[in-house]
Each structure stands twice: as C-alpha cells, then as structure tokens.
C-alpha cells in the first residue's frame, strides 16, 4: 500500500546570516560539516551524495541563493521518492529563519519501520543542521564516517555509551558529557539516535539498519580519531 508523507521544520537562528545558511546547505563542504558522507553541489543542477554504498544524484528544482533551495522527487520504479525543500527569511536584529520540508514516498505494505527509522534520523539531521548554525557557522568539518557492531539490545548499548560519557544512563537532550577528551551536551537524543556537541566537534551515533551501531561525527580540529579508532571504540559498546 505504501505510505506519503512530509515533515516540516523551522528554526530561528540569532545572529546567523542568509549567507551562512546557503554556504551550509547549498555548498559540498557545507552540507558536509552537518549531514552525512561526502557531498558535491553543481549549482543549479544537481546534489550528489556518497554515503558508503549510497550515491544519489538529486536534481535541483529550485535555486535561489540565499532565498530558497529544492532537490530531490524523481521517482524509483516502484514509486519511492525524496525530495527536500529549504527557505531562508532574513529577520530585522541580524537573525535568520529557516524552513525545511522534506516529503516523499514509501512503497510497500512494510514501511512503518523504515518510517520510523527515517523520522529518527531525519530529526537527528535537522538537529545538527541547527547546531552547526548556532555554534560553528562559517566553519567546515571533516566528516568522519565509522561502522561499529551489529547490536543485538540496543537500550543497553545506549546505557553503556551514557556510562562512557560519564553518566548513569542512556543519555538525554541536556546531558553534560566528556567525549574525546572534551566536555560537551547532548545537543539532541532519541530512541535511535545521540548527537553531542564539543567546542570542536559534533559527534553522533545511530542505530543503523540492520541492527549496526555507526558514527557519523563532524569534526573542526585535526587531533582526533580516525575510522577505525571509532569503530574499535564502538566495539566495547554491544
């Protein structure tokens, strides 16, 4: 039967410009420094993006720099799609507001974990969207991209990785944690997902599909773990 779908997201961003927005979301080394793998913008035409085994290439729909961005829609044979829309509004006092729709297509009489799977995630990306604004705008970041255990009890991983960050427990939106040798927040947490912020870094771990912890951090300093550090030290997590 399939299922559509749209979300929509907005977020008031205090002394962050029009300018700094579309260099984040319209630009390779932007998108990198928020969402996910390596990423390519041909302006005007086309987002490409390579995430492991996963390379879309999404045609640009709209393209108004600084004002409004659109990727995404074309269809796979069976009628699934994605597609992202992004509006900015410059504000009086230096602030900016942006707006992201995301809609598209499930195929299938099986998309309700995938659903949830893609709203947890989805909720994670815009997050981070919004932290990289608030905290690192004008700035780029590695991506870095590691692949930890199959995990069989995922609230107990979640509980050791609280333990590892110093707390007693899964962590929580609003933790104050030690990562990396670096004091942070969890700046967003749910059932699937924990992002934390550093004053150089933001870090995040997923429960992947099928069943496979993964990082995906962004990092502003040179001194970190590499891949395979991080996926030895997710190891310890299952």
Known sequence: MGHAFEGVNEAELAGVTPEQVW??????????????????VEPGAVVRQAFHAYTPSHPVTAWEPGRR???GGEEEPDGRFVSY????????QGSTVLRMVASGFLPGDDWEDEFEAMTAGGEMFWNTLVTYLRHFAGRTARPVTAFGPRVADWPATWARLGRELGLG?????????TLDGEDGV??????????????????????????????????FADDRRDERAWSDWMGDLA
């Not at 829309?85 to 009086?92: A, M, P, S, T, V």
């Open 23 to 40: 260099e984040a979301i319209a630009t390779g080394p932007g998108i990198d420094s928020w969402f996910m793998g390596s990423n390519e």
């Open 69 to 71: 961005l659109a990727y």
């Open 85 to 92: 829309e992004f509006l900015i509004e410059g504000r009086d």
């Open 169 to 177: 427990a899964a962590p929580k939106t609003g933790d104050a944690v």
């Open 186 to 219: 969890v700046y967003f947490a749910n059932s699937q997902t924990v992002g934390i912020r550093t004053a150089d870094a933001m870090y995040r771990f997923f429960q992947g599909r099928p069943g496979v912890l993964i990082a995906m951090h962004h990092v």
